[in-house]
Protein backbone atom coordinates (compact mmCIF):
# COMPACT_ATOMS: atom_id res chain seq x y z
CA UNK A 1 0.00 0.00 0.00
CA UNK A 2 1.11 3.48 -0.90
CA UNK A 3 0.75 6.76 1.40
CA UNK A 4 0.63 9.87 0.27
CA UNK A 5 2.46 12.47 1.83
CA UNK A 6 6.58 14.13 1.84
CA UNK A 7 9.41 13.40 3.92
CA UNK A 8 13.07 14.90 3.36
CA UNK A 9 16.06 13.11 2.79
CA UNK A 10 19.35 14.72 3.86
CA UNK A 11 22.21 13.44 3.18
CA UNK A 12 25.85 14.74 4.95
CA UNK A 13 29.20 14.95 4.38
CA UNK A 14 32.11 17.26 5.82
CA UNK A 15 32.05 18.78 2.26
CA UNK A 16 28.79 19.36 1.01
CA UNK A 17 25.16 18.69 2.24
CA UNK A 18 22.57 16.94 -0.24
CA UNK A 19 18.64 16.74 -0.30
CA UNK A 20 15.80 14.76 -1.66
CA UNK A 21 12.29 14.68 -1.54
CA UNK A 22 10.99 11.19 -0.26
CA UNK A 23 7.11 10.60 -1.95
CA UNK A 24 4.72 7.83 -2.11
CA UNK A 25 4.72 6.17 -5.29
CA UNK A 26 7.40 5.74 -8.05
CA UNK A 27 11.46 4.75 -7.51
CA UNK A 28 13.09 5.05 -3.83
CA UNK A 29 14.45 8.91 -3.83
CA UNK A 30 18.04 9.30 -5.52
CA UNK A 31 20.23 11.33 -3.22
CA UNK A 32 20.15 14.88 -5.17
CA UNK A 33 21.04 18.91 -3.91
CA UNK A 34 20.04 20.89 -0.79
CA UNK A 35 20.88 21.67 2.49
CA UNK A 36 19.49 20.78 5.89
CA UNK A 37 16.71 22.94 7.84
CA UNK A 38 15.52 23.34 11.27
CA UNK A 39 12.39 21.83 13.02
CA UNK A 40 9.27 23.75 11.77
CA UNK A 41 6.10 22.41 13.71
CA UNK A 42 3.87 20.75 12.02
CA UNK A 43 -0.12 21.00 11.59
CA UNK A 44 -1.95 17.90 12.46
CA UNK A 45 -2.98 17.84 8.88
CA UNK A 46 0.46 17.68 7.28
CA UNK A 47 1.45 15.28 10.62
CA UNK A 48 -1.33 12.81 8.62
CA UNK A 49 0.51 13.16 5.60
CA UNK A 50 3.79 12.00 6.15
CA UNK A 51 5.03 8.42 5.62
CA UNK A 52 4.79 5.74 7.90
CA UNK A 53 7.11 2.83 8.37
CA UNK A 54 8.46 0.14 10.02
CA UNK A 55 12.06 -0.38 8.58
CA UNK A 56 14.20 2.25 6.83
CA UNK A 57 16.62 1.25 4.11
CA UNK A 58 19.89 3.10 2.73
CA UNK A 59 21.46 1.22 -0.27
CA UNK A 60 21.92 0.53 -3.79
CA UNK A 61 19.17 -0.62 -6.09
CA UNK A 62 20.54 -1.16 -8.78
CA UNK A 63 24.20 -3.23 -10.20
CA UNK A 64 27.29 -1.36 -9.77
CA UNK A 65 29.87 -2.26 -12.23
CA UNK A 66 32.70 -0.17 -10.60
CA UNK A 67 33.51 -1.98 -7.18
CA UNK A 68 34.80 0.59 -4.98
CA UNK A 69 31.23 2.51 -5.57
CA UNK A 70 29.41 -0.86 -4.96
CA UNK A 71 30.07 -0.23 -0.91
CA UNK A 72 28.06 1.80 1.62
CA UNK A 73 30.58 3.43 4.13
CA UNK A 74 28.14 5.98 6.51
CA UNK A 75 28.88 7.43 10.11
CA UNK A 76 24.81 7.96 11.31
CA UNK A 77 21.27 7.65 9.63
CA UNK A 78 18.89 9.95 11.46
CA UNK A 79 15.46 9.39 11.46
CA UNK A 80 13.26 11.98 12.97
CA UNK A 81 9.50 12.01 13.42
CA UNK A 82 6.66 15.02 13.56
CA UNK A 83 8.39 16.41 16.95
CA UNK A 84 12.07 16.27 15.81
CA UNK A 85 13.03 13.26 17.79
CA UNK A 86 15.31 10.90 16.32
CA UNK A 87 13.38 7.57 16.31
CA UNK A 88 16.52 5.44 14.78
CA UNK A 89 18.81 5.90 17.57
CA UNK A 90 20.06 2.98 18.92
CA UNK A 91 17.51 0.38 17.23
CA UNK A 92 18.43 -2.79 15.60
CA UNK A 93 20.30 -2.42 12.50
CA UNK A 94 20.18 -5.68 9.23
CA UNK A 95 22.70 -5.71 6.15
CA UNK A 96 22.36 -7.13 3.33
CA UNK A 97 25.64 -9.28 3.56
CA UNK A 98 26.17 -10.11 7.38
CA UNK A 99 28.34 -13.09 6.31
CA UNK A 100 32.03 -10.95 7.05
CA UNK A 101 31.87 -10.30 10.69
CA UNK A 102 34.40 -7.33 10.34
CA UNK A 103 30.96 -5.73 8.70
CA UNK A 104 28.36 -7.06 10.18
CA UNK A 105 30.03 -6.13 13.84
CA UNK A 106 29.80 -2.16 12.62
CA UNK A 107 26.19 -2.22 11.39
CA UNK A 108 25.18 -0.46 15.04
CA UNK A 109 27.30 2.24 14.41
CA UNK A 110 24.66 3.65 11.96
CA UNK A 111 22.39 4.80 14.83
CA UNK A 112 24.75 5.11 17.70
CA UNK A 113 24.83 9.20 17.40
CA UNK A 114 28.45 9.07 16.89
CA UNK A 115 29.75 10.63 14.08
CA UNK A 116 33.46 9.25 14.27
CA UNK A 117 32.08 5.68 13.88
CA UNK A 118 31.78 3.39 11.02
CA UNK A 119 28.77 1.36 9.68
CA UNK A 120 30.07 0.05 5.94
CA UNK A 121 28.83 -2.71 3.85
CA UNK A 122 30.97 -5.29 2.04
CA UNK A 123 31.51 -8.67 0.39
CA UNK A 124 30.84 -9.64 -3.10
CA UNK A 125 27.14 -9.04 -3.46
CA UNK A 126 25.40 -6.60 -5.37
CA UNK A 127 23.24 -4.26 -4.15
CA UNK A 128 24.27 -3.84 -1.02
CA UNK A 129 22.18 -2.00 2.00
CA UNK A 130 21.89 -1.17 5.57
CA UNK A 131 18.18 -1.39 7.84
CA UNK A 132 17.37 0.17 10.44
CA UNK A 133 14.20 -1.75 12.39
CA UNK A 134 11.66 1.21 14.16
CA UNK A 135 10.07 -1.20 16.30
CA UNK A 136 7.01 -0.66 14.95
CA UNK A 137 4.84 1.72 12.34
CA UNK A 138 6.38 5.00 12.71
CA UNK A 139 5.24 8.33 10.96
CA UNK A 140 8.59 9.65 9.14
CA UNK A 141 9.45 13.32 8.93
CA UNK A 142 13.51 13.64 7.87
CA UNK A 143 15.67 10.85 7.12
CA UNK A 144 19.12 12.06 7.48
CA UNK A 145 22.18 10.31 6.16
CA UNK A 146 25.52 11.25 7.48
CA UNK A 147 28.28 10.01 4.96
CA UNK A 148 32.14 9.18 5.11
CA UNK A 149 33.71 12.47 4.30
CA UNK A 150 36.62 10.62 2.15
CA UNK A 151 34.61 8.27 0.77
CA UNK A 152 31.71 10.19 -1.37
CA UNK A 153 31.74 7.81 -4.48
CA UNK A 154 30.16 5.43 -1.99
CA UNK A 155 27.06 7.88 -2.43
CA UNK A 156 26.75 6.62 -5.84
CA UNK A 157 23.43 5.43 -6.76
CA UNK A 158 22.70 5.20 -2.57
CA UNK A 159 18.48 5.82 -1.86
CA UNK A 160 16.62 5.60 1.11
CA UNK A 161 13.93 3.22 1.09
CA UNK A 162 11.04 2.74 3.75
CA UNK A 163 9.00 -0.26 4.00
CA UNK A 164 6.07 -1.77 6.32
CA UNK A 165 5.70 -4.67 8.10
CA UNK A 166 5.88 -7.38 5.74
CA UNK A 167 8.56 -5.21 4.01
CA UNK A 168 6.16 -3.91 1.18
CA UNK A 169 8.11 -0.71 -0.37
CA UNK A 170 5.77 2.40 1.51
Same mark, same amino acid.
Given at each position: ?16 ? !? ?5 ? +? ?5 ? %? ?6 ? !? ?13 ? @?????? %? ?7 ? #? ?31 ? @? ?19 ? %? %???? $? ?8 ? #????? !? ?17 ? @? +????? $??
Amino acid at each position: PMLAGVGLLMVCCSSAS !VAANMMG +GGDPAPV %TGGTEDSP !VPMTDEEIALLPQAV @YVRVGK %TVDITNQEH #RFINLTEVEVFDEKGKNIALNRPVSMSDASNPD @YASLIGNLVDDDLTSIARTGG %T %TQKH $WLEINLGGIK #RIHKV !VVHSKSDTPHNLNKLKVML @Y +GTDHT $WM
